[in-house]
Protein backbone atom coordinates (compact mmCIF):
# COMPACT_ATOMS: atom_id res chain seq x y z
CA UNK A 1 0.00 0.00 0.00
CA UNK A 2 1.27 3.68 -0.46
CA UNK A 3 2.87 5.10 2.21
CA UNK A 4 1.55 7.69 4.62
CA UNK A 5 1.77 10.26 7.63
CA UNK A 6 -0.69 8.13 9.92
CA UNK A 7 -0.26 8.00 13.21
CA UNK A 8 -2.34 6.24 16.21
CA UNK A 9 -4.51 9.24 17.69
CA UNK A 10 -4.83 9.56 21.56
CA UNK A 11 -8.32 11.24 21.32
CA UNK A 12 -10.68 12.88 19.33
CA UNK A 13 -8.75 15.60 18.55
CA UNK A 14 -10.36 17.81 16.01
CA UNK A 15 -8.92 20.48 13.38
CA UNK A 16 -4.82 20.26 14.33
CA UNK A 17 -3.77 20.53 10.53
CA UNK A 18 -5.77 23.56 9.69
CA UNK A 19 -5.03 27.40 11.05
CA UNK A 20 -7.90 28.80 11.41
CA UNK A 21 -9.33 28.07 15.02
CA UNK A 22 -12.24 30.01 15.48
CA UNK A 23 -14.69 31.99 14.03
CA UNK A 24 -14.33 35.06 11.99
CA UNK A 25 -16.10 35.90 8.77
CA UNK A 26 -17.54 38.77 7.12
CA UNK A 27 -21.10 39.83 7.38
CA UNK A 28 -23.31 37.88 5.34
CA UNK A 29 -25.32 39.39 3.08
CA UNK A 30 -29.03 39.01 1.75
CA UNK A 31 -29.78 38.58 -1.77
CA UNK A 32 -30.84 41.94 -2.31
CA UNK A 33 -27.62 43.10 -0.79
CA UNK A 34 -25.56 41.38 -3.07
CA UNK A 35 -27.42 41.67 -6.51
CA UNK A 36 -25.91 44.68 -8.01
CA UNK A 37 -22.02 43.05 -7.25
CA UNK A 38 -23.19 39.55 -8.91
CA UNK A 39 -22.37 38.56 -12.36
CA UNK A 40 -25.53 39.47 -14.20
CA UNK A 41 -25.77 37.58 -17.45
CA UNK A 42 -27.08 39.20 -20.96
CA UNK A 43 -28.72 36.31 -23.02
CA UNK A 44 -31.47 38.22 -25.51
CA UNK A 45 -32.51 35.57 -27.14
CA UNK A 46 -32.75 33.20 -23.72
CA UNK A 47 -34.54 35.58 -21.09
CA UNK A 48 -36.08 32.74 -19.45
CA UNK A 49 -32.29 31.91 -18.83
CA UNK A 50 -32.02 34.95 -16.91
CA UNK A 51 -35.21 34.53 -14.55
CA UNK A 52 -33.94 30.94 -13.89
CA UNK A 53 -30.29 32.39 -12.90
CA UNK A 54 -31.59 35.11 -10.84
CA UNK A 55 -34.00 32.64 -9.02
CA UNK A 56 -31.08 30.52 -7.91
CA UNK A 57 -29.13 33.21 -6.58
CA UNK A 58 -32.02 34.40 -4.54
CA UNK A 59 -32.74 30.46 -3.40
CA UNK A 60 -28.87 30.13 -2.56
CA UNK A 61 -28.52 33.52 -0.46
CA UNK A 62 -32.09 31.68 1.86
CA UNK A 63 -29.37 28.81 2.47
CA UNK A 64 -25.95 31.12 3.90
CA UNK A 65 -26.02 31.15 7.50
CA UNK A 66 -23.46 32.66 9.87
CA UNK A 67 -22.62 29.09 12.35
CA UNK A 68 -23.65 28.89 16.25
CA UNK A 69 -21.46 28.98 18.48
CA UNK A 70 -22.20 25.60 19.88
CA UNK A 71 -21.39 23.91 16.20
CA UNK A 72 -17.45 25.09 16.53
CA UNK A 73 -17.58 25.94 13.00
CA UNK A 74 -15.17 28.52 11.89
CA UNK A 75 -16.95 30.30 8.73
CA UNK A 76 -19.91 31.69 7.40
CA UNK A 77 -21.47 28.61 4.93
CA UNK A 78 -24.00 28.11 2.21
CA UNK A 79 -25.73 24.76 3.09
CA UNK A 80 -26.69 21.74 1.14
CA UNK A 81 -30.26 22.58 1.40
CA UNK A 82 -30.82 18.70 1.87
CA UNK A 83 -31.43 18.39 5.71
CA UNK A 84 -30.31 19.53 9.51
CA UNK A 85 -26.63 18.11 8.07
CA UNK A 86 -24.06 19.88 5.76
CA UNK A 87 -22.33 17.44 3.79
CA UNK A 88 -19.01 17.21 2.25
CA UNK A 89 -19.33 16.44 -1.30
CA UNK A 90 -22.34 18.63 -1.84
CA UNK A 91 -20.70 21.39 -0.40
CA UNK A 92 -17.91 20.72 -2.83
CA UNK A 93 -20.11 20.99 -5.87
CA UNK A 94 -21.56 23.61 -4.42
CA UNK A 95 -18.59 25.75 -4.33
CA UNK A 96 -18.25 25.11 -7.98
CA UNK A 97 -21.23 28.13 -8.87
CA UNK A 98 -20.73 29.46 -5.84
CA UNK A 99 -16.44 30.96 -7.27
CA UNK A 100 -18.51 32.97 -10.09
CA UNK A 101 -19.96 35.48 -6.86
CA UNK A 102 -16.69 34.60 -4.31
CA UNK A 103 -16.34 37.79 -2.38
CA UNK A 104 -19.81 37.98 -2.27
CA UNK A 105 -21.39 34.84 -0.97
CA UNK A 106 -19.39 32.26 1.79
CA UNK A 107 -18.90 29.30 -0.79
CA UNK A 108 -15.33 27.75 -0.88
CA UNK A 109 -15.07 28.89 3.09
CA UNK A 110 -17.97 26.68 4.04
CA UNK A 111 -15.03 23.72 3.42
CA UNK A 112 -13.59 25.40 6.45
CA UNK A 113 -16.39 23.98 8.58
CA UNK A 114 -14.74 20.12 7.70
CA UNK A 115 -11.32 20.95 8.22
CA UNK A 116 -11.87 22.30 11.35
CA UNK A 117 -13.57 19.17 12.43
CA UNK A 118 -11.00 17.11 11.42
CA UNK A 119 -9.45 14.18 13.42
CA UNK A 120 -6.01 13.82 14.08
CA UNK A 121 -5.86 10.71 11.76
CA UNK A 122 -6.93 12.88 9.09
CA UNK A 123 -10.25 11.70 8.67
CA UNK A 124 -13.06 13.86 7.75
CA UNK A 125 -16.59 12.87 7.93
CA UNK A 126 -18.93 13.16 4.85
CA UNK A 127 -21.81 14.78 7.49
CA UNK A 128 -21.96 17.05 10.38
CA UNK A 129 -25.05 18.44 12.13
CA UNK A 130 -25.39 21.66 11.53
CA UNK A 131 -26.45 23.27 14.38
CA UNK A 132 -23.91 21.20 17.20
CA UNK A 133 -21.16 20.54 14.70
CA UNK A 134 -21.22 16.72 15.85
CA UNK A 135 -20.90 14.09 13.89
CA UNK A 136 -24.24 11.69 12.52
CA UNK A 137 -23.78 9.04 15.43
CA UNK A 138 -24.70 6.09 12.91
CA UNK A 139 -21.54 6.62 10.97
CA UNK A 140 -18.96 6.98 14.22
CA UNK A 141 -17.45 3.67 14.97
CA UNK A 142 -17.41 4.62 18.54
CA UNK A 143 -16.05 0.73 19.40
CA UNK A 144 -12.96 1.33 16.76
CA UNK A 145 -13.99 -1.64 15.13
CA UNK A 146 -12.70 -2.90 11.80
CA UNK A 147 -13.82 -1.05 8.74
CA UNK A 148 -17.35 -1.56 8.61
CA UNK A 149 -20.38 0.31 7.04
CA UNK A 150 -23.57 0.77 9.29
CA UNK A 151 -26.47 0.64 6.41
CA UNK A 152 -24.96 -1.19 3.68
CA UNK A 153 -26.50 -4.31 4.38
CA UNK A 154 -29.93 -2.74 5.16
CA UNK A 155 -30.21 0.05 2.94
CA UNK A 156 -34.03 1.42 2.16
CA UNK A 157 -34.52 4.76 0.71
CA UNK A 158 -35.42 6.78 2.65
CA UNK A 159 -35.12 4.06 5.20
CA UNK A 160 -32.78 5.05 7.73
CA UNK A 161 -34.47 6.21 10.37
CA UNK A 162 -36.13 3.23 11.23
CA UNK A 163 -32.55 0.96 11.19
CA UNK A 164 -31.38 1.09 14.56
CA UNK A 165 -28.94 -0.78 16.89
CA UNK A 166 -27.53 -3.34 14.38
CA UNK A 167 -24.98 -6.02 15.39
CA UNK A 168 -21.32 -6.01 14.46
CA UNK A 169 -22.24 -9.28 12.96
CA UNK A 170 -24.80 -8.07 10.37
CA UNK A 171 -22.94 -5.12 9.08
CA UNK A 172 -21.18 -5.10 5.64
CA UNK A 173 -17.82 -5.48 6.31
CA UNK A 174 -15.06 -5.11 2.60
CA UNK A 175 -12.38 -7.09 2.62
CA UNK A 176 -9.49 -4.98 2.55
CA UNK A 177 -7.16 -8.33 1.91
CA UNK A 178 -4.58 -6.85 4.77
CA UNK A 179 -4.63 -5.78 8.87
CA UNK A 180 -5.76 -2.37 9.64
CA UNK A 181 -4.03 -2.09 13.17
CA UNK A 182 -5.53 0.90 14.02
CA UNK A 183 -9.05 1.30 12.75
CA UNK A 184 -10.71 4.52 12.04
CA UNK A 185 -13.01 6.52 13.78
CA UNK A 186 -15.79 6.66 11.50
CA UNK A 187 -17.76 4.01 9.52
CA UNK A 188 -17.33 3.25 5.79
CA UNK A 189 -20.41 4.93 5.54
CA UNK A 190 -18.80 8.51 6.75
CA UNK A 191 -15.65 8.39 4.36
CA UNK A 192 -16.78 8.68 0.59
CA UNK A 193 -15.98 11.30 -2.02
CA UNK A 194 -12.53 13.05 -1.13
CA UNK A 195 -13.28 15.67 -3.81
CA UNK A 196 -12.26 18.48 -1.88
CA UNK A 197 -9.10 18.87 -3.11
CA UNK A 198 -10.59 19.44 -6.73
CA UNK A 199 -12.90 21.89 -5.66
CA UNK A 200 -10.19 23.99 -4.29
CA UNK A 201 -8.25 24.22 -7.00
CA UNK A 202 -11.58 24.51 -9.00
CA UNK A 203 -11.65 27.67 -6.74
CA UNK A 204 -8.34 28.78 -7.38
CA UNK A 205 -8.46 28.55 -11.07
CA UNK A 206 -10.90 31.09 -10.57
CA UNK A 207 -9.80 33.17 -7.64
CA UNK A 208 -6.51 32.99 -7.86
CA UNK A 209 -6.12 32.93 -4.03
CA UNK A 210 -2.84 31.20 -3.69
CA UNK A 211 -3.40 31.99 0.58
CA UNK A 212 -6.53 29.89 0.24
CA UNK A 213 -4.19 26.96 -1.19
CA UNK A 214 -1.36 27.37 1.86
CA UNK A 215 -3.86 27.20 4.25
CA UNK A 216 -5.38 23.87 2.75
CA UNK A 217 -2.68 22.20 1.71
CA UNK A 218 -1.56 19.81 5.55
CA UNK A 219 -5.69 19.11 5.87
CA UNK A 220 -5.72 18.18 2.11
CA UNK A 221 -3.14 15.75 2.44
CA UNK A 222 -3.68 14.22 5.75
CA UNK A 223 -7.30 13.48 4.64
CA UNK A 224 -5.93 11.67 1.43
CA UNK A 225 -3.20 9.79 3.71
CA UNK A 226 -6.20 8.60 6.07
CA UNK A 227 -8.21 7.22 3.13
CA UNK A 228 -5.47 5.94 1.64
CA UNK A 229 -4.62 3.98 5.21
CA UNK A 230 -8.42 2.94 6.09
CA UNK A 231 -9.72 1.90 2.22
CA UNK A 232 -7.27 0.62 0.13
CA UNK A 233 -7.33 -2.83 -0.37
CA UNK A 234 -5.27 -6.03 -1.86
CA UNK A 235 -6.35 -5.22 -5.39
CA UNK A 236 -5.01 -2.00 -5.60
CA UNK A 237 -8.07 -0.17 -5.22
CA UNK A 238 -10.21 1.32 -2.98
CA UNK A 239 -13.61 0.75 -1.29
CA UNK A 240 -17.17 2.27 -1.02
CA UNK A 241 -20.35 1.22 0.08
CA UNK A 242 -23.74 2.40 -0.51
CA UNK A 243 -23.43 6.29 0.91
CA UNK A 244 -21.52 6.67 -2.52
CA UNK A 245 -24.38 6.61 -4.82
CA UNK A 246 -27.64 5.86 -2.13
CA UNK A 247 -29.73 3.32 -3.93
CA UNK A 248 -27.85 1.87 -7.02
CA UNK A 249 -28.26 -1.10 -8.86
CA UNK A 250 -24.58 -0.99 -8.03
CA UNK A 251 -24.62 -1.32 -4.49
CA UNK A 252 -24.77 -4.97 -4.45
CA UNK A 253 -21.78 -5.87 -5.88
CA UNK A 254 -19.78 -3.22 -3.64
CA UNK A 255 -16.71 -4.21 -3.70
CA UNK A 256 -14.18 -1.51 -4.74
CA UNK A 257 -15.99 1.41 -6.12
CA UNK A 258 -14.73 2.67 -9.80
CA UNK A 259 -15.57 6.12 -8.54
CA UNK A 260 -13.75 6.10 -4.67
CA UNK A 261 -10.79 4.33 -7.00
CA UNK A 262 -10.38 6.95 -9.54
CA UNK A 263 -11.27 10.19 -7.25
CA UNK A 264 -8.05 8.97 -4.98
CA UNK A 265 -5.94 9.58 -8.19
CA UNK A 266 -8.07 12.55 -8.66
CA UNK A 267 -6.85 13.59 -5.18
CA UNK A 268 -3.08 12.57 -5.77
CA UNK A 269 -3.31 14.53 -9.04
CA UNK A 270 -4.66 17.72 -7.78
CA UNK A 271 -2.51 17.83 -4.75
CA UNK A 272 0.32 17.78 -7.39
CA UNK A 273 -0.78 20.74 -9.03
CA UNK A 274 -1.64 22.45 -5.57
CA UNK A 275 1.93 21.59 -4.45
CA UNK A 276 3.68 22.87 -7.78
CA UNK A 277 1.95 26.56 -7.13
CA UNK A 278 3.07 26.21 -3.61
CA UNK A 279 5.93 25.30 -4.62
CA UNK A 280 6.45 28.38 -6.94
CA UNK A 281 5.71 30.56 -4.05
CA UNK A 282 8.34 29.07 -1.82
CA UNK A 283 10.47 30.09 -4.49
CA UNK A 284 9.58 33.02 -4.56
CA UNK A 285 9.55 33.39 -0.64
CA UNK A 286 13.34 32.27 -0.47
CA UNK A 287 11.73 29.47 1.75
CA UNK A 288 14.47 26.84 -0.09
CA UNK A 289 13.86 23.77 2.85
CA UNK A 290 9.91 24.03 2.36
CA UNK A 291 10.06 23.92 -1.53
CA UNK A 292 12.13 20.67 -1.24
CA UNK A 293 9.51 18.92 1.32
CA UNK A 294 6.55 20.08 -1.24
CA UNK A 295 8.79 18.44 -3.45
CA UNK A 296 9.10 15.24 -1.93
CA UNK A 297 5.50 14.90 -1.37
CA UNK A 298 4.53 15.88 -4.92
CA UNK A 299 6.75 12.76 -6.11
CA UNK A 300 5.58 10.79 -3.76
CA UNK A 301 1.74 11.83 -4.80
CA UNK A 302 3.31 10.80 -8.61
CA UNK A 303 4.30 7.69 -7.63
CA UNK A 304 1.18 7.24 -5.89
CA UNK A 305 -1.04 8.22 -8.86
CA UNK A 306 0.69 6.22 -11.21
CA UNK A 307 -0.05 2.89 -8.91
CA UNK A 308 -3.29 3.14 -8.48
CA UNK A 309 -4.10 3.46 -12.31
CA UNK A 310 -2.37 0.76 -13.17
CA UNK A 311 -4.78 -1.18 -10.73
CA UNK A 312 -8.34 0.54 -11.80
CA UNK A 313 -7.14 0.12 -15.41
CA UNK A 314 -6.18 -3.37 -14.81
CA UNK A 315 -9.14 -4.68 -12.67
CA UNK A 316 -11.91 -2.07 -13.42
CA UNK A 317 -11.57 -1.52 -17.57
CA UNK A 318 -12.92 -4.04 -19.28
CA UNK A 319 -11.55 -4.01 -23.35
CA UNK A 320 -14.38 -5.76 -24.47
CA UNK A 321 -17.49 -3.56 -23.65
CA UNK A 322 -14.90 -0.25 -23.65
CA UNK A 323 -16.26 0.73 -20.29
CA UNK A 324 -14.86 0.55 -16.38
CA UNK A 325 -16.63 -1.07 -13.81
CA UNK A 326 -16.59 -1.75 -9.61
CA UNK A 327 -14.85 -4.55 -8.60
CA UNK A 328 -16.79 -7.49 -6.37
CA UNK A 329 -14.86 -8.73 -3.26
CA UNK A 330 -13.37 -11.68 -5.00
CA UNK A 331 -11.88 -9.62 -7.89
CA UNK A 332 -14.52 -9.67 -10.32
CA UNK A 333 -16.24 -6.94 -12.02
CA UNK A 334 -19.60 -6.02 -11.23
CA UNK A 335 -21.48 -6.24 -14.57
CA UNK A 336 -23.83 -2.99 -13.94
CA UNK A 337 -22.49 0.58 -15.81
CA UNK A 338 -23.27 3.31 -14.11
CA UNK A 339 -21.72 7.05 -14.53
CA UNK A 340 -19.32 6.35 -11.39
CA UNK A 341 -17.07 4.75 -14.95
CA UNK A 342 -16.64 8.76 -15.72
CA UNK A 343 -14.31 9.61 -12.80
CA UNK A 344 -12.00 8.02 -14.98
CA UNK A 345 -11.92 11.07 -16.92
CA UNK A 346 -11.35 13.73 -14.49
CA UNK A 347 -9.00 11.48 -12.65
CA UNK A 348 -6.71 11.19 -15.95
CA UNK A 349 -7.16 7.43 -15.29
CA UNK A 350 -7.94 6.62 -18.77
CA UNK A 351 -5.98 6.52 -22.28
CA UNK A 352 -7.05 8.43 -25.57
CA UNK A 353 -8.60 5.16 -26.98
CA UNK A 354 -10.44 4.23 -23.06
CA UNK A 355 -11.61 8.12 -23.64
CA UNK A 356 -12.93 7.37 -27.17
CA UNK A 357 -15.02 4.03 -25.88
CA UNK A 358 -16.31 6.42 -22.83
CA UNK A 359 -17.44 9.21 -25.17
CA UNK A 360 -19.13 6.78 -27.68
CA UNK A 361 -21.12 5.63 -24.68
CA UNK A 362 -22.82 9.24 -23.74
CA UNK A 363 -23.76 9.26 -27.21
CA UNK A 364 -25.71 6.24 -27.34
CA UNK A 365 -29.15 6.35 -26.67
CA UNK A 366 -29.96 2.86 -25.47
CA UNK A 367 -27.51 4.18 -22.04
CA UNK A 368 -26.53 7.65 -21.13
CA UNK A 369 -28.11 9.57 -24.26
CA UNK A 370 -31.45 9.80 -22.94
CA UNK A 371 -33.87 13.28 -23.22
CA UNK A 372 -32.04 14.53 -20.12
CA UNK A 373 -28.27 13.73 -20.02
CA UNK A 374 -26.62 12.48 -18.54
CA UNK A 375 -28.31 9.70 -16.34
CA UNK A 376 -26.74 7.76 -13.56
CA UNK A 377 -27.34 4.45 -14.19
CA UNK A 378 -27.37 3.23 -18.17
CA UNK A 379 -30.59 2.66 -19.67
CA UNK A 380 -29.98 -0.74 -20.40
CA UNK A 381 -29.21 -1.54 -16.96
CA UNK A 382 -32.05 -4.07 -14.77
CA UNK A 383 -32.98 -1.56 -11.86
CA UNK A 384 -33.18 1.47 -14.35
CA UNK A 385 -35.92 4.40 -13.77
CA UNK A 386 -36.79 6.11 -16.27
CA UNK A 387 -38.69 8.46 -14.02
CA UNK A 388 -35.41 9.06 -11.82
CA UNK A 389 -35.48 6.73 -9.07
CA UNK A 390 -32.60 8.71 -7.00
CA UNK A 391 -30.15 6.97 -8.14
CA UNK A 392 -31.49 4.12 -10.45
CA UNK A 393 -31.67 6.63 -13.12
CA UNK A 394 -31.59 10.28 -11.96
CA UNK A 395 -29.77 13.68 -13.83
CA UNK A 396 -27.61 14.51 -11.07
CA UNK A 397 -26.00 18.44 -11.65
CA UNK A 398 -22.53 17.07 -9.24
CA UNK A 399 -22.08 14.25 -11.55
CA UNK A 400 -22.82 15.96 -14.81
CA UNK A 401 -20.22 18.20 -13.80
CA UNK A 402 -17.85 16.07 -13.25
CA UNK A 403 -18.12 14.30 -16.74
CA UNK A 404 -17.99 17.70 -18.24
CA UNK A 405 -15.25 18.70 -16.90
CA UNK A 406 -13.47 15.04 -17.77
CA UNK A 407 -14.52 15.44 -21.37
CA UNK A 408 -12.90 18.76 -21.42
CA UNK A 409 -9.71 16.81 -20.45
CA UNK A 410 -9.40 14.76 -23.31
CA UNK A 411 -10.66 17.28 -25.36
CA UNK A 412 -14.44 16.38 -26.10
CA UNK A 413 -15.39 20.36 -25.31
CA UNK A 414 -18.35 19.92 -28.09
CA UNK A 415 -19.69 16.78 -26.59
CA UNK A 416 -19.15 18.48 -23.27
CA UNK A 417 -20.83 21.80 -23.98
CA UNK A 418 -23.54 19.69 -25.79
CA UNK A 419 -24.79 17.79 -22.47
CA UNK A 420 -24.04 21.20 -20.20
CA UNK A 421 -26.70 22.79 -22.50
CA UNK A 422 -28.55 20.04 -22.52
CA UNK A 423 -28.54 19.77 -18.69
CA UNK A 424 -29.21 23.55 -18.46
CA UNK A 425 -32.18 23.89 -20.79
CA UNK A 426 -33.94 20.85 -19.33
CA UNK A 427 -33.17 22.95 -16.03
CA UNK A 428 -34.90 25.66 -17.34
CA UNK A 429 -37.83 24.34 -18.68
CA UNK A 430 -38.75 22.07 -15.47
CA UNK A 431 -38.27 25.82 -13.56
CA UNK A 432 -40.95 27.44 -15.83
CA UNK A 433 -43.45 24.40 -16.00
CA UNK A 434 -42.84 24.32 -11.79
CA UNK A 435 -41.61 27.53 -10.44
CA UNK A 436 -38.34 25.57 -9.01
CA UNK A 437 -35.01 23.91 -9.04
CA UNK A 438 -35.30 19.92 -8.18
CA UNK A 439 -32.21 18.03 -6.10
CA UNK A 440 -32.52 15.83 -9.50
CA UNK A 441 -34.01 15.11 -12.89
CA UNK A 442 -35.73 12.10 -14.71
CA UNK A 443 -34.01 10.66 -17.74
CA UNK A 444 -36.73 10.35 -20.04
CA UNK A 445 -39.12 13.43 -19.66
CA UNK A 446 -38.71 17.32 -19.13
CA UNK A 447 -40.50 17.31 -15.55
CA UNK A 448 -39.53 16.92 -12.14
CA UNK A 449 -39.93 12.63 -12.50
CA UNK A 450 -40.02 11.45 -8.68
CA UNK A 451 -37.62 14.09 -7.15
CA UNK A 452 -38.91 14.50 -3.71
CA UNK A 453 -36.61 18.21 -2.72
CA UNK A 454 -37.60 21.22 -4.94
CA UNK A 455 -35.48 24.71 -4.17
CA UNK A 456 -32.58 22.56 -4.19
CA UNK A 457 -29.79 25.39 -3.89
CA UNK A 458 -27.40 23.19 -3.34
CA UNK A 459 -25.55 21.45 -6.04
CA UNK A 460 -28.84 21.79 -8.30
CA UNK A 461 -27.64 25.54 -8.80
CA UNK A 462 -25.10 24.90 -11.27
CA UNK A 463 -26.64 24.41 -14.13
CA UNK A 464 -28.40 27.69 -14.00
CA UNK A 465 -25.48 29.38 -12.96
CA UNK A 466 -22.14 27.95 -13.90
CA UNK A 467 -23.28 26.34 -17.15
CA UNK A 468 -25.05 29.33 -18.32
CA UNK A 469 -22.20 31.76 -18.24
CA UNK A 470 -19.60 29.12 -19.20
CA UNK A 471 -21.13 27.14 -21.68
CA UNK A 472 -24.00 29.01 -23.07
CA UNK A 473 -22.21 32.59 -23.05
CA UNK A 474 -18.99 31.37 -23.47
CA UNK A 475 -16.95 33.16 -20.27
CA UNK A 476 -14.06 31.06 -18.28
CA UNK A 477 -11.75 32.76 -16.57
CA UNK A 478 -7.82 31.51 -15.74
CA UNK A 479 -6.45 33.59 -12.67
CA UNK A 480 -3.06 31.71 -13.09
CA UNK A 481 -2.97 32.90 -16.49
CA UNK A 482 -4.88 36.21 -15.92
CA UNK A 483 -7.01 35.54 -18.75
CA UNK A 484 -10.44 35.51 -19.36
CA UNK A 485 -11.70 32.60 -22.60
CA UNK A 486 -14.78 33.74 -24.20
CA UNK A 487 -15.52 31.25 -26.83
CA UNK A 488 -18.74 32.75 -29.17
CA UNK A 489 -20.63 30.36 -30.96
CA UNK A 490 -23.03 31.78 -34.34
CA UNK A 491 -26.67 32.80 -33.59
CA UNK A 492 -26.55 33.86 -30.25
CA UNK A 493 -27.51 37.45 -30.69
CA UNK A 494 -26.72 39.59 -27.91
CA UNK A 495 -24.74 38.20 -25.35
CA UNK A 496 -22.34 38.39 -22.52
CA UNK A 497 -22.50 39.20 -18.86
CA UNK A 498 -22.00 42.86 -16.43
CA UNK A 499 -19.97 42.33 -13.15
CA UNK A 500 -17.92 39.48 -14.23
CA UNK A 501 -15.28 38.52 -11.49
CA UNK A 502 -12.53 36.75 -11.41
CA UNK A 503 -8.88 36.77 -10.18
CA UNK A 504 -9.81 40.05 -8.07
CA UNK A 505 -10.97 42.23 -11.18
CA UNK A 506 -14.34 43.34 -12.23
CA UNK A 507 -15.12 42.81 -16.11
CA UNK A 508 -18.22 44.34 -18.59
CA UNK A 509 -18.66 42.26 -21.52
CA UNK A 510 -21.03 42.76 -24.39
CA UNK A 511 -21.34 40.90 -27.63
CA UNK A 512 -23.72 41.82 -30.24
CA UNK A 513 -24.04 39.46 -33.54
CA UNK A 514 -23.90 41.28 -36.88
CA UNK A 515 -26.26 41.41 -40.04
CA UNK A 516 -22.79 39.72 -41.68
CA UNK A 517 -22.23 37.23 -38.79
CA UNK A 518 -19.60 38.41 -37.18
CA UNK A 519 -19.64 39.63 -33.34
CA UNK A 520 -19.06 43.46 -32.08
CA UNK A 521 -17.83 43.37 -28.89
CA UNK A 522 -17.27 45.28 -26.06
CA UNK A 523 -15.27 44.78 -22.88
CA UNK A 524 -14.08 46.65 -19.62
CA UNK A 525 -12.03 45.91 -16.72
CA UNK A 526 -11.31 47.72 -13.46
CA UNK A 527 -7.94 46.17 -13.82
CA UNK A 528 -5.26 44.52 -16.48
CA UNK A 529 -6.60 40.84 -18.05
CA UNK A 530 -5.53 39.26 -20.61
CA UNK A 531 -8.77 38.21 -23.55
CA UNK A 532 -8.85 35.07 -25.57
CA UNK A 533 -11.77 35.32 -28.01
CA UNK A 534 -12.69 32.22 -30.05
CA UNK A 535 -15.26 31.69 -32.69
CA UNK A 536 -15.28 29.50 -35.29
CA UNK A 537 -12.15 29.30 -36.72
CA UNK A 538 -10.50 32.27 -35.89
CA UNK A 539 -8.79 33.74 -32.72
CA UNK A 540 -8.27 36.80 -31.37
CA UNK A 541 -5.86 37.81 -28.27
CA UNK A 542 -5.22 40.88 -26.32
CA UNK A 543 -5.23 42.74 -22.92
CA UNK A 544 -8.03 44.87 -21.82
CA UNK A 545 -6.89 47.60 -19.23
CA UNK A 546 -10.13 50.04 -19.21
CA UNK A 547 -12.86 49.55 -22.51
CA UNK A 548 -11.75 47.92 -25.95
CA UNK A 549 -13.54 47.40 -28.64
CA UNK A 550 -13.26 44.13 -31.09
CA UNK A 551 -14.78 42.16 -34.21
CA UNK A 552 -14.39 38.99 -35.01
CA UNK A 553 -15.43 36.97 -37.67
CA UNK A 554 -16.16 32.81 -38.10
Not at 333 to 340: E, F, L
Not at 385 to 413: C, F, H
Not at 507 to 522: H, K, N, R, W
Amino acid sequence: MPTTNYTQPEQWTRGLYFNKKTYADTPLLTFEEARSSLPAPIFENRPDYIECYWRTWEIAYRNTFVPTKESGFVSNFIDAAFNDKIFLWDTAFITMFCNLAHPYIPGIRSLDNFYCKQLDDGEIAREYVTNSGVEFYKWVNAERKPLHSFFHNHYKHRGLAQINDLDFEVMYKPDLGRTVENPPYFRLDNLNHPIVSWAELESYKHTGDRERLELVWEPLVRYYDALCYHLYNQFGLFVTDWASMDNSPRNKYLGSGVDISCEMVLVARSLIEIGDILMGKKVEEGSKEAAKDLERQIAKLEKDAATFTAAINNFMWDAETGFYYDVKNDGTRAPVKTIAAYWALLAGVADESQAAKLSEWLNDPNTFNRTHRVPVCAADEPGYDPQGGYWRGSVWAPTNTMVIRGLEKYGYVDLAREIALNHLDNVVQVFKDTGSIWENYPPDAIDSGNADKKDFVGWSGIASTLYLLEHAIGLKGDASKNELTWRLQSGMGTIGCNQYWFAGKTMDLIAVEQTDGSYLLTVSSDAPVKLHVVYGGNEIKTEVNGTIEIRIKA
